[in-house]
Every structure is written in structure tokens, then in C-alpha cells.
């Protein structure tokens, strides 16, 4: 099996752009060489046309898992190769960071001061242990109808609103 050296061997200059003359096109020597290395590669890996989404998923969990998640990975041959896989796609995200620093800026932008989301979170921490009969206490119906929408507002979805909110990420694109 390849070492991840020998895979950065064969794969040089694949993450960079190749110098195009004035036409635009590759040289069909040049062509032929980089299919060369991509045979010899996929014929080392034993990858088969089935397997290519698979391949390409992990690629993808790579990129979306963040690096707090990755280090929490007790498996340290995933933990290892995910972070050399992150690496490779450094470019390629910073390529496509713009809609996510967009939706970022627009989410933020709706708070009256974007540090509060960091009270926010205590406050959600905080209610997690609170019972709904001691909110349903509060005498104060606005206060006792908040205390409630943050105690409750993962049970509608948690996973369902972090893809919504990649799916209108992705719609920017």
C-alpha cells in the first residue's frame, strides 16, 4: 500500500494548477503522463468504479468534520488520516470559503452584538438542567415562554437545521 509520501510523490503538482500555453490546452504528452500516474494510483489503491462516491464521501466528511471533532477521534489511523486529508483540501476549501463566511456574517449580523452568542450558550447550558416544571414556575409569561424556546430549541431537529443550514450555503454557490 502506498505511504502517504509516496501518494504525495505521485500526485505532485495535482493540487496545483498546470502551466496551460496560450491555448489553454495540455499537451497530449503531458496528458497521457498525469493518466499514467492516475492508472499506476488507482491500480495501487484497488479502487473500482463502485467505490468512487464512497471515496468521495470520505473526502467530503474530511472537509465538514471540524478540528475539534477531528481530535476527539479515539481511532488514530482515521484521526491521522483525516487530518492529512483536510491538508490536501486546505486550497479547495479556502476556494469555496466564501459562502460560508457569507452565511456566517449574515447569521451573526442578525444579533444585536455578536458576543452574545457566547451568553447564549451558557444560558442553553444552564437550562439543560433545569426541569420544565421550574420554567413552567416563572411568573413572567414572556420570560417563561423564552426559557422555554432555548430549552426546547434543539428538540426540533438539531441535525435537520445544520443541514438546512448547509443546504442555503450551498445554494450561494
Known amino acids: 500500500m502506498l505511504r502517504f509520501t509516496s501518494y504525495l510523490n505521485l500526485t505532485r503538482g495535482a493540487d496545483q494548477k498546470e502551466k ?14 498525469i493518466l499514467e500516474r492516475c492508472e499506476a494510483m488507482a491500480r495501487e489503491i484497488g479502487i473500482t468504479k463502485d467505490q468512487v462516491q464512497e471515496y ?5 466528511i474530511s472537509d465538514i468534520l471540524g478540528d475539534d471533532i477531528v481530535r476527539l477521534i479515539d481511532d488514530v489511523e482515521l484521526r491521522t488520516t483525516i487530518i492529512k486529508m483536510r491538508r490536501l483540501h486546505r486550497k479547495i476549501r479556502a476556494q469555496h470559503s466564501a459562502p460560508f463566511i457569507s452565511k456566517a456574517k449574515d447569521l451573526y449580523g442578525k444579533l444585536p452584538a455578536m458576543e452574545h452568542v457566547l451568553a ?3 444560558l442553553e ?15 413572567d409569561p414572556e420570560m417563561r415562554a423564552l426559557m422555554s424556546s432555548i430549552k426546547h430549541v434543539h428538540d426540533k ?9 448547509f443546504h442555503e450555503i450551498m445554494a450561494q454557490k
Open 125 to 139: 447550558q444552564l437550562l439543560e438542567k433545569i426541569d420544565d416544571s421550574s420554567i413552567e414556575a416563572i411568573t
Open 20 to 33: 496551460l500555453p496560450k491555448g489553454g490546452k495540455m499537451s497530449k504528452k503531458r496528458q497521457e503522463s
Open 56 to 60: 468521495e464521501d470520505c473526502e467530503r
Open 157 to 165: 431537529g438539531y441535525a435537520e437545521r445544520k443541514a438546512q443550514i
Open 120 to 122: 447564549y450558550h451558557c
